[in-house]
């Protein structure tokens, strides 16, 4: 074994060593920490109005590639027209819609009705 | 290579391999985009030649990702535009910059299709935002236990235009009967919509004047133009102003001819008539 080898092969040892520690500390890094439920924030409950929003949205989602409009403002009209048809309003629908961000119920309604699938496309 | 540089290079790769673990994260996998961002939507509502339209593409993703912004860019003659509110250069999700995992929403933009484009087109569009969970999967917006780490990803997708024949006239009049004042002398507006593709260039002068009356046009034009701008944009309703002056006609009801010129894929030139009455 000549200098170089035995200064490549100490440096391997060291390098080994680091990379347990590193490959340790980043698995540790990605295991889940477990946390009280209490800190996990819960949002907006679901109910069953928020329901009938999403139920809304949903609609919307799925008709909406299929429409142009002449005016960008023609995208909230048409939001519009439905919810009020369901009894609710555009502010009612923007505190829902922000509190997706933070809700995991919300999420889950919206998937849970989303789920159903378009009218046009198979459910699922 | 010698022993020594081929050891030295084998020691540089070593470090480079076994100390992206200890930094916390591997570069290959940092760039994996795991949010399952994806487009929904692969043709769009159809258009028509000469056709000016907002469309929608519709997104959803595995992951909350936030920071949204797209760009589309289309073949050369197709002009794409975005709302004004962003200042222009993008846009974004309909109901906010994020994107919650396992919903949907959609990004709108505006294309100006030339008259010259009978057949379907594609658009490339590229959506830019920001994932904030960890590889573990975790989100920051849902829980904790994630890397705490922000990556910028994007994905590009195309979806298809088609392009379909217009339909119907070329624009409707909608104002056809206006009763003004004997002696007045005052502009009245003149609705007219135009049909499905955009009309350039779109004028209204009055033909043949029934005795006595004088027609006058803002600026003292010799035409009268879309209170909106040059041209009448299809599926819109716009106004043009007629001054007139009827000082010097009798009460009754009188027939004012129209002469409409526009530019759709050519100039063209129609007629039109408003019934007036004077009392």
């Known amino acids: ?47 069953a109005a928020t329901g009938r929003i999403a139920e809304v949205e949903f609609a919307r989602q799925c008709t909406v590639a299929s429409a142009n409009y002449a005016d960008e403002a023609q995208f909230t ?13 555009h502010e009612q629908w923007k505190r829902w819609h922000d509190a997706l961000a933070v809700s995991p119920e919300l999420v889950t309604q919206f998937a849970e009705i989303s789920a159903r699938g378009c009218p046009a496309e198979p459910p699922g | 290579m010698s022993g020594r540089r081929r050891g030295a290079v084998l020691v540089l790769a070593l470090v480079a391999v076994l100390t992206a673990p200890l930094l916390g994260t591997s570069p290959a996998a940092a760039d994996v985009d795991k949010t399952g961002v994806r487009a929904l939507t692969t043709q769009t509502a159809a258009v028509v030649p000469g056709q000016t339209a907002w469309l929608s593409i519709v997104w959803t993703g595995d992951q909350t990702v936030t920071n949204w912004s797209t760009t589309v860019s289309a073949p050369a003659g197709v002009t794409v535009s975005y709302p ?19 919903t949907r929403d959609f990004t709108a933009f505006k294309v100006q299709v030339p008259h010259t484009q009978r057949s379907s087109f594609p658009l490339t569009v590229v959506s830019a935002y920001t994932s904030t969970c960890g590889d573990n999967g975790q989100c920051k917006e849902v829980g904790s236990g994630n890397d705490d780490k922000a990556r910028d990803f994007s994905t590009t997708v195309t979806v298809t235009v088609p392009v379909v024949p217009a339909t119907g006239p070329d624009f409707t009049q909608g104002t056809t009967d206006l009763t003004v004042p004997a002696g007045s002398n005052a502009f009245v507006q003149l609705a007219f919509s135009a049909g499905q593709a955009d009309l350039a260039d779109f004028t209204v002068r009055a033909g043949r004047l029934p005795a006595g009356l004088v027609v006058g046009y803002p600026g003292d034009a010799a035409v009268s133009r879309p209170a909106m701008g040059p041209a009448l944009i299809g599926r819109s309703t716009d ?27 050519a100039p063209r030139t129609a007629s039109g008539t408003v019934t007036l009455v004077v009392r």
């Open chain 2, 239 to 265: 106004q043009v102003a007629l001054r007139l002056d009827t000082t010097g006609m009798t009460r009754g009801t009188y027939t004012l001819p129209l002469v409409i010129a526009y530019t759709s894929a």
């Open chain 1, 77 to 89: 009209i048409e939001l519009d027209t439905h919810l009020a048809a369901a009894g609710f309003t």
């Open chain 2, 84 to 102: 004004t509110t962003r200042g222009g250069a993008d846009t974004s999700l309909y109901g906010s910059e994020t994107l919650v995992g396992s």
């Open chain 1, 1 to 47: 074994m000549w200098c170089g080898d035995r200064r490549l092969a100490r440096g391997l040892v060291a390098l080994a060593a680091l990379a347990v520690l590193g490959t340790t500390a980043a698995c540790g890094a990605q295991e889940p920490a477990a946390e009280p439920a209490a800190a996990t924030p819960t949002g907006t409950p679901a109910d």
